[in-house]
């Protein structure tokens, strides 16, 4: 900021000139001090300047008493979970109050590398929260998949200090860094001094102590008290999840004190566009907390002052001067509902509505992704090499999987389904390169009836993922997901049912919120009609998760997980 | 860290192979949560890798269930103040359990300017504690006196980016910040996202929002509790001071709670020798902070985690892995005796006695910094041109003066000492440049019967300040710290009575601690031989302060801090 900019702003801060804006009759909710100002915010240039009841401003709001809180801060999370742009994201989470996220663009690196990336800062320049990146360190998750980059230290240190990047996300390859691996440790060195999260499920002990050691500062796996509290006196900070997948924050709730609260947050991880739109964001959560029995100071903090700390966020956080202008008001302190959401000192959602605003377009190459090759009914059925088959068995409500050999289904001498043991052909086609390479397995618990589901969204790679009952259903299925550029599809026979493009790199829509809420009920109706199964996409897009035990599978074929390692199809 | 290195550090902190060090019997206090962990430490590379009962060491050190916290840390110290060389600091402060000072080099700055700065790092590189450095925000303090050097923004930016370099120091030109002076404002550009410390006395609502918005983010001038929260809600970090000279402690403690501890702490600002020999250093806020009901948990974290977060120092503050292996064992969490400590791994001193080390010498050009013009009797005694003069009259207990007018004490036309009305001669000597500056003024109620005293300590500009009653002992007395190259003197007539050498700029000594507290007991016993008065050093260190109303003294004159201007020294 120009000098002369900065002494008109202390101009408005002393009183001397009137205020941008001020705000009236507020409940400022001052997390400094846990104490309730009632007071007037004067803001100016997009910052709050003063609080104090002698400010004038050139336009006034009087919010009656309503409480003034700190926009809201995600400090983890995915963008592409929502299957959303930035821009349409912002339309949803800020009328929820979000004033920022800190956001791992890892599914789209694995898709575009450092375009990805790019793609992902280009297109959220300038929207009404302000979104905040880590960069991907584990791109590809693992050796035994294609996915379409691969992101080494140099890579990451020519993205490391682009605008709006804090820092290195989560560093899911655990053991490397446990073990020193010198690709993990190239890459922690590239971000030395800076924010490092971490991601080390049921990590302890030794080993904890190995890969605190190494450089990572939080953890956002915890899912027990015991082991959120040994991470936590060992130094990290503890991100408190509570995604649409993984809810952990029944159980870690009881971590909190006065004394460890300020080393906690609460994050998302991952959240999903229906998630977002019957229960809302932060405030959510926030309303959750409470409920459980935390004082509302404390679970504010949890999503405004300690993740600003936590990554170093000197204007984000709380309502004082210096601060950026992202305020909420709220009517009370239990139900939060959001009434007005200012965003760097703007008025930007008003009762569940956000303002209007034009955000920067997706990159175009992102509509580029998918590049299948030839497909016919043969990518999807193999011939029969041995009367016994490893299966991914699914088990309700669970996202580990089993490594089940059952007696291989057949027909003319192919593998086939087999609706009697609720077991589908599964195939991963490679999309990045054209390749060619399919990964062949079968799946056991997804309770799908008749025709195929296909989906260019499958961690981590987000090659193409499809399940059927027929190889012409699946056939059908992959097409339309090529077709749309990405998306998740439902297919019987030569019949589309329904389908949800997601053609930014094959993991997002850029239709509005409703258009997309929409297309996902049809296509969730449409997946409900030839499934007995819950979600079967989700089941779909965690089948080739090739970190999490037991069997997996990739474009290279079958995972074994425990033993890190492909495994044929056919047992001896 | 090569990654070779690293590799090794995590191969101790997995127990693979045995750590250099292990602490075992520890009663590890643990800041994140505030449990006593009672472990094993182990301890490679000079940080902390590991704690757990598993590891086994080089070198085991068995402390029988004594506590283990980490090195304290002082957010704010002018190492001047003590009239030491680093490294005779460091032995001093590491028997107290001190592992890092935040030091700010004003006083060598105001004599060498960038020279001076780097002089001080120079000389503490390597050290058994860890010296981190603000830059001077604010030399000179005023443009009413002759200081050696003037360091604007292009200068403070040639030193931002040093290693040890951590951001501004206390920016004292609050009217400045508050009214957006922009040579102010060019400062705190430099140092933009980076840590700056506030000073900012009683200063208040809109003025304190404004002086918040321009970028301060700590305040250590703080006197009474309301200041303090106020300064608190503002987004301040409060250091409280317990100084030699001013001891805020008391007053500030009822600030804290368990809210809004987390963003206080507790600093020296200046300590003097005396005091660090007879009281210790933060081991004795401990004890005091403790002794007046804080729990020992809050209290250490004032001067560890606390500090360690406000300036963003990831390594230091806790005993963590990968944290610095600054600890410090102590027997109790109330008297906080300290028997061990720990530096980057390292044992460097023990029951109270530092382990022998060497320290980088001071650079010499710190040795010639004295630059007197020619002086006389003549130049301490002016023509008398008026029947009524100015006099600055000192209060008891107070570092405020008065701004007097009283009949001109005379003899043979010259302005002359008078003892019946306590009236001393006082002069200003610049002697940065040799300029032939002096200016003349008279001093109430220092006491001084006979003889003169002299010092080249002299805030901020440390010009050579000299009072006397008869031009010959100030001759004397000024030519002595003339000689020695800076120092305090004290004269009768045309003998010496003592002298406490301070060669390095005129303000720190070399010489060790043991003899510059003799050295110092001498001179306070002389000055006690011609003064009624308690401290006449101090009065006369702080008679040239230009920032303090009302009436004070530098090379240009009198100076009425009010109107900040020079007046006369007659009254027509």
């Given at each position: 900021m120009e000098n002369r900019a900065v002494a008109d702003l202390l101009s408005q801060a002393r009183g001397e000139t009137p205020a941008d804006m001020v705000i009236k009759n507020a409940s400022v909710v001052n997390l400094f001090s846990g104490r309730i100002e009632e007071t007037s915010v004067a803001l100016g240039g997009g910052l709050v300047v003063g609080l104090g009841d002698e400010?004038?401003?050139?336009?006034?709001?009087?919010?009656?008493?309503?409480?003034?809180?700190?926009?809201?801060?995600?400090g983890h999370?995915?963008?592409?979970?929502?299957?959303?742009?930035?821009?349409?994201?912002?339309?949803?989470?800020?009328?929820?109050?979000?004033?920022?996220?800190?956001?791992?663009?890892?599914?789209?690196?694995?898709?575009?590398?450092?375009?990805?990336?790019?793609?992902?800062?280009?297109?959220?320049?300038?929207?009404?929260?302000?979104?905040l990146f880590m960069i991907p360190s584990c791109v590809p998750a693992t050796h035994l998949e294609t996915a379409g980059a691969a992101l080494d230290a140099d890579a990451l240190e020519q993205m490391a200090f682009w605008p709006r990047v804090l820092g290195l996300a989560e560093l899911m390859n655990?053991?490397?860094?446990?073990?020193?691996?010198?690709?993990?440790?190239?890459?922690?060195?590239?971000?030395?001094?800076?924010?490092?999260?971490?991601?080390?499920?049921?990590?302890?002990?030794?080993?904890?102590?190995?890969?605190?050691?190494?450089?990572?500062?939080?953890?956002?796996?915890c899912t027990n008290p015991e082991e959120a509290r040994e991470k936590l006196e060992r130094g990290l900070w503890i991100m408190m999840r509570q995604g649409t997948t993984a809810k952990d924050m029944?159980?870690?709730?009881?971590?909190l004190n006065k004394i460890t609260e300020r080393r906690c947050m609460l994050v998302s991880d991952d959240r999903h566009p229906d998630d977002l739109a019957h229960k809302g964001h932060l405030d959510h959560l926030l309303r959750r907390t409470v409920a459980a029995g935390i004082d509302p100071i404390t679970a504010l903090r949890l999503v405004t002052l300690n993740p600003a700390r936590r990554f170093g966020l000197d204007g984000l956080g709380a309502v004082a001067p210096g601060y950026r202008a992202n305020l909420v008001e709220v009517g009370d302190l239990s139900r939060f509902k959001v009434n007005r959401v200012w965003h760097h000192g703007d008025l930007v959602a008003q009762n569940g509505q956000a303002m209007e605003f034009s955000g920067p377009d997706f990159d175009q190459a992102a509509r580029d992704t998918m590049n299948l090759p030839q497909l016919g009914e043969d990518s999807f059925s193999i011939p029969v090499r041995s009367g016994k088959v490893r299966v991914i068995g699914l088990k309700e409500g669970e996202i580990l999987t089993e490594h089940r050999i059952v007696e291989t289904p057949q027909k003319d001498g192919r593998?086939?389904?087999?609706?009697?043991?609720?077991?589908?052909?599964?195939?991963?086609?490679?999309?990045?390169?054209?390749?060619?390479?399919?990964?062949?397995?079968?799946?056991?618990?997804?309770?799908?009836?008749?025709?195929?589901?296909?989906?260019?969204?499958?961690?981590?790679?987000?090659?193409?993922?499809?399940?059927?009952?027929?190889?012409?259903?699946?056939?059908?299925?992959?097409?339309?997901?090529?077709?749309?550029?990405?998306?998740?599809?439902?297919?019987?026979g030569t019949e589309m049912l329904a389908s949800l493009p997601l053609p930014l790199a094959g993991l997002m829509s850029d239709a509005p919120f409703p258009t997309v809420l929409e297309q996902l009920e049809r296509l969730d109706e449409a997946a409900a009609g030839v499934s007995r199964a819950g979600e079967p996409f989700m089941a779909l897009a965690f089948a080739a998760l090739a970190v999490i035990p037991h069997l997996r599978?990739?474009?290279q074929g079958l995972v074994d997980v425990g033993k890190f390692e492909l495994v044929d199809l056919f047992v001896e």
């Open positions: 400010y004038e401003g050139l336009e006034t709001v009087d919010i009656a008493g309503a409480y003034l809180v700190p926009g809201f801060i995600d999370i995915h963008i592409e979970s929502t299957l959303l742009c930035p821009a349409q994201l912002a339309r949803v989470m800020v009328p929820h109050g979000t004033g920022a996220i800190i956001a791992d663009p890892h599914e789209i690196a694995n898709v575009m590398g450092i375009d990805g990336v790019r793609a992902m800062l280009n297109a959220s320049e300038g929207l009404p929260m302000d979104f655990f053991p490397g860094a446990v073990n020193g691996d010198p690709s993990v440790l190239d890459k922690l060195a590239v971000f030395k001094g800076r924010p490092i999260d971490g991601h080390a499920p049921l990590l302890k002990g030794p080993d904890l102590n190995a890969y605190v050691t190494a450089g990572p500062q939080s953890d956002h796996e029944d159980a870690l709730l009881p971590v593998v086939a389904a087999d609706p009697a043991r609720d077991l589908a052909l599964l195939a991963v086609v490679e999309r990045h390169h054209a390749s060619g390479h399919i990964g062949h397995g079968l799946i056991q618990g997804l309770g799908l009836k008749k025709g195929a589901l296909a989906s260019s969204v499958s961690h981590d790679s987000h090659n193409l993922v499809v399940c059927g009952m027929d190889p012409r259903s699946m056939l059908t299925a992959a097409r339309a997901v090529g077709d749309m550029g990405g998306g998740l599809a439902v297919a019987s599978i990739s474009d």
